[in-house]
């Protein structure tokens, strides 16, 4: 086999990508982030080790640095790991970083970037590229201007669950919570809804979707910014998520790619350790697990996609020609920008030629400290000639090509001229800079818009929706207002129904934003805590909306909003109550927030706060033992319920997610039965941790000084992984899609219609749609990039200019290993996506769904693949995977017929010797139609 095409881990190629030309560390320092949040972050100060653009290191620091990897070797961190060897080589290069505007759809956005590009000087389009630096504008990310061509500076803000550190916000239910819907529809409401709010705020990029963690291991700290632990489910959810936002003409990006899967030594320096974590990725199981819903965003069109913090086959994914270059931009034929996470560009020169665009926040390897990678060096290295000057024009080309697909040139439709809120301050006046020591005027920094329209109900909709009730015995629920019970109806006829409301969970604690992003839990869970988290605008609890929704003249409703049993005990709350709902909760988030000794990923899969021990006491006793006890938890992910799943006097268990501000209303609404519960889970929920696999368990104890994270199960993660042994598969708690209604579904006339016939390979690689813009590729003057003599210094600001002439000389830029064997395009390439022919139809299975309980409620079927068991592929197929699902409503007695297209990537594999995905044409398909993974109820051959 050629090598060449092995993809990751193949040992003959040795490049050097960004990592490699990384130096060692400086200091270790905390520094604090002014304003509104406390980011803490442990970062080197900026040492650029790209030798073309860097400076020399003081002695002092190097003695430091030595102190420091002295400390951490002898063990300083409690732990002792071995040391090992460069991993160089085991991700493959691949150069030159391929040109955007190849596909027709962006053609005329870039022709009209070409335009605007062309114009530039080169401090301006280094400009476009960098970052000012943290907090150096009122986004959590801003790019200078290119003022004399009219281009603006770009405002870029978090998050995936709503706009963070604004007021008059939404803040909507997290990403799990969307992907528990299973609801195309909301999926796409709610990015628009956010793209409305993010253009009213005046900005230009929101900072997601993320569907990377996918959920690889359940204890991930930021696996809820997703959307669940299946590549299909996620890749549907992005792109639904991304054609909302984008069609309000606000940029969306889908991040991190890729392999991010826990917080624990993620990033070089916040843990203590130089470098981060290596995630070890076979080429397979890229395609098919991680990188495979990066295909759904491009295809939808995303503008931008943000790489992570993390090494991938021990190259910084920043940094990694293979995942840029060769899988983001040749392969899935990305048209958009490439930005990095939060520092996580750990090269200067290097990561510009891996196909890096746009360097974020802008500061380079120090948190906050304004010395760039990029900034001034980005000047000097094309002065230089280190860097290719049709490099720097295709980076800037690919983000101002974004900025006119999205029509943000339009004033019609994109009207906003930076953001109207600071994220900085609460205050109405503020600096423009605040993370500059020098001293600025005061302007009005804070507009206070109100954006929320009437999206809180796009919120509870979703809130409502992505509750998944796990048990219901004897259809126990719902209860009416009145007291009235599923199959008992009204056994409390002649009294009044007494409920008592149980837990911290429940209740508001000391408020929805006690902690700065939201980095502690307490009170009811809405969110997890980090980048993904927003100001709450209000928090409807579930013991308010509860109590509110009873009828008070036939039910009185007590409440014990707190976890602690010797305080419930001597409260006496429990007794008497015919009924306790009790409420608990499991939180997590990212990594530089540490709460109660969870560093960002949780350290087990148990409620925390004694949620267990609070569940067990109250069915214990609720009314002296004589109640029945209905359990809600909010949880960022998967829990163990087994310590109580089976009390007898648990009648009905919900996993209601993280709702956002609705969370209360869309509890009572499933408690109350305004609507049946139609969420299912977007992951397994296994009987014991240990069943997820050793691939399902975070690291939290480093094997090297560069982590090494080895992903050996490869394509078996979360459900895959329980039923890797067909024959023998280990029984979850709950499977994946699972979820109880208060109706029950039929189905029958399973049929099969043939689009396409099978075939191996998709058709061949089509040529480009469009051409790239060619520049006339002048060496700008090296006074084009000297300081403007009029201009007033912000202190720490980025700014692109350099001091001296002198300061270009010219040298050997030590360009990576295999930079100059330009690589084969990809036959799995050729459009926005991938090959088309991958997104076209090839069968469509449908099904007749019928309502056949007494309850209105969503139907939710799913399609599930199994590829042909004696097929020629010499590799082995997961049991089953998802490959389609569908939301609607159906009244009792009322049948629709539904039908799941399946596309050409739906049926094929990835083909590590071909490097395509292949189809299977020996053998059959086995296609199964279900309402949750274990439980197929109709199958069809193909
Ligand atoms: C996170 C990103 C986020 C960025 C900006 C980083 O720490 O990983 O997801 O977009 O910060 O806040």
């Not at 002898?74 to 493959?92: A, E, K, L, M, N």
């Not at 993010?198 to 690889?216: C, D, E, H």
Request: contains cysteine.
């Amino acid at each position: 086999m050629d090598e060449s095409k092995r993809g990751f881990l193949s040992p003959s190629h040795r490049p050097r990508d960004s990592e490699s030309d990384l130096g060692s560390p400086d200091f270790l320092d905390k520094n604090k982030s002014p304003g509104k949040t406390s980011r803490a972050y442990a970062t080197p100060k900026s040492r650029i080790v790209c030798r073309p653009m860097s400076g020399r290191p003081s002695i002092r620091v190097l003695l430091i640095g030595l102190a420091a990897i002295v400390f951490l070797l002898v063990g300083g961190g409690g732990f002792t790991y071995r040391i090992s060897g460069s991993r160089d080589g085991q991700s493959p290069p691949w150069y030159p970083s391929p040109k955007g505007g190849t596909a027709k759809k962006w053609a005329a956005s870039y022709q009209k970037a070409a335009q605007l590009v062309s114009k530039m000087t080169l401090p301006e389009k280094v400009n476009v590229t960098t970052g000012t630096g943290w907090s150096m504008g009122l986004a959590v990310g801003n790019t200078g201007p290119a003022n004399n061509v009219g281009f603006p500076g770009l405002a870029l803000q978090d998050g995936p669950l709503g706009i963070r550190m604004a007021d008059n916000i939404t803040a909507f239910p997290a990403g799990i919570s969307v992907g528990a819907t299973f609801n195309k529809k909301l999926m796409y409401e709610r990015g628009k809804a956010h793209g409305i709010e993010a253009r009213q705020k005046g900005i230009n990029v929101i900072l997601g979707p993320s569907v990377g963690p996918i959920g690889r291991m359940p204890a991930g700290g930021r696996n809820w910014e997703g959307f669940g632990s299946d590549p299909y489910l996620q890749g549907i959810a992005c792109a639904e998520t991304i054609k909302g936002i984008q069609d309000q003409h606000v940029m969306a990006t889908i991040k991190h790619f890729v392999g991010n899967e826990q917080e624990h030594f993620r990033q070089a320096w916040e843990w203590g350790l130089p470098n981060a974590i290596s995630s070890n990725i076979d080429d397979r199981t890229m395609h098919e697990i991680y990188a495979w819903p990066f295909g759904d965003a491009v295809k939808a069109g995303v503008a931008s996609v943000m790489c992570s913090y993390n090494q991938v086959n021990n190259s910084y994914a920043c940094g990694n020609s293979k995942l840029l270059n060769g899988i983001l931009k040749d392969e899935l034929g990305f048209q958009g920008f490439v930005m990095s996470d939060w520092l996580a560009q750990r090269s200067g020169v290097a990561s510009a030629l891996a196909g890096l665009d746009m360097t974020m926040p802008g500061d380079g390897l120090g948190w906050a400290d304004g010395k760039s990678l990029w900034g001034p060096k980005l000047s000097q290295a094309v002065l230089n000639g280190s860097l290719p000057l049709d490099r720097l024009d295709d980076m800037v080309t690919r983000i101002v090509a974004s900025w006119y697909q999205l029509g943000q040139d339009n004033r019609t439709l994109f009207d906003a001229t930076g953001p109207n809120f600071s994220s900085f301050t609460d205050e109405k006046m503020g600096v423009m800079a605040p993370g500059s020591p020098t001293e600025q005027s005061l302007v009005e920094v804070n507009k206070f818009v109100d954006v929320q329209a009437d999206h809180a109900k796009i919120a509870r909709e979703i809130a409502i929706e992505s509750i998944v009730m796990l048990k219901n015995e004897r259809d126990w629920l719902p209860m009416s207002r009145n007291a009235e019970f599923g199959v008992d109806r009204n056994p409390w006829k002649n009294k009044k129904l007494k409920v008592g409301i149980f837990g911290e969970d429940a209740g508001p604690g000391e408020g929805p934003n006690a902690c700065p992003d939201r980095g502690c839990n307490q009170g009811t869970l809405a969110m997890g805590w980090g980048s993904g988290a927003v100001e709450l605008p209000y928090l409807i609890t579930p013991a308010e909306a509860l109590e509110k929704g009873f009828n008070a003249s036939r039910v009185e409703v007590t409440k014990y909003l707190a976890n602690d049993l010797p305080g419930l005990e001597e409260s006496r709350a429990l007794e008497g109550r015919d009924v306790c709902i009790v409420f608990a909760n499991s939180d997590a988030g990212e990594g530089f927030v540490s709460w109660n000794g969870i560093k960002g990923d949780r350290n087990d899969l148990r409620l925390q706060k004694g949620g267990d021990e609070l569940i067990l006491e109250v069915a214990d006793n609720c009314g002296g033992g004589k109640g029945k006890t209905i359990v809600v938890y909010h949880a960022v992910g998967p829990v163990l319920v087994d310590k109580w799943i089976n009390h007898k006097k648990i009648k009905a268990v919900f996993a209601a997610h993280l709702p956002g501000q609705e969370s209360g209303n869309a509890i009572a609404s499933i408690i109350f039965g305004d609507e049946s519960p139609s969420g299912k889970l977007p992951y397994t929920i296994a009987k014991r941790a240990e069943d997820y696999g050793d691939g399902g368990q975070v690291m939290y104890t480093p094997n090297d000084v560069v982590p090494q994270q080895d992903f050996t199960e490869g394509i078996y993660i979360d459900y895959r992984w329980l039923n890797r042994d067909g024959l023998f598969p280990v029984d979850p708690q709950f499977s994946f899609a699972y979820g109880l209604q208060y109706t029950g579904f039929s189905m029958d006339n399973i049929q099969l219609e043939v689009k396409k016939p099978k075939s191996a390979f998709p058709a061949p690689r089509p040529a480009p749609g469009a051409r790239p813009p060619v520049y006339n590729g002048t060496m700008p003057a090296v006074e084009e990039a000297l300081w403007p003599k009029d201009i007033r210094r912000l202190d720490k600001y980025i700014y692109p200019y350099i001091d001296s002439a002198s300061d270009i000389r010219h040298g050997h830029y030590p360009y990576p290993e295999g930079y100059d064997t330009e690589q084969p395009l990809s036959g799995a390439g050729g459009d926005e996506g991938g090959n088309p022919d991958l997104w076209e139809t090839y069968a469509v299975i449908s099904i007749d769904m019928r309502n056949s309980g007494k309850f209105p409620a969503k139907a939710v079927p799913q399609l599930w693949l199994s590829y042909p068991p004696n097929s020629e592929a010499t590799v082995d197929f997961p049991k089953r995977v998802l490959r389609g699902f569908e939301k609607f409503y159906l009244k009792p007695g009322q049948s629709k017929t539904v039908k799941f297209p399946v596309t050409r990537r739906d049926l094929s594999y990835w083909n590590v010797e071909e490097q395509n995905w292949m189809m299977l044409t020996k053998g059959n398909y086995i296609f199964s139609v279900g309402l949750d993974e274990r439980t197929p109820v109709r199958q069809i051959l193909w």
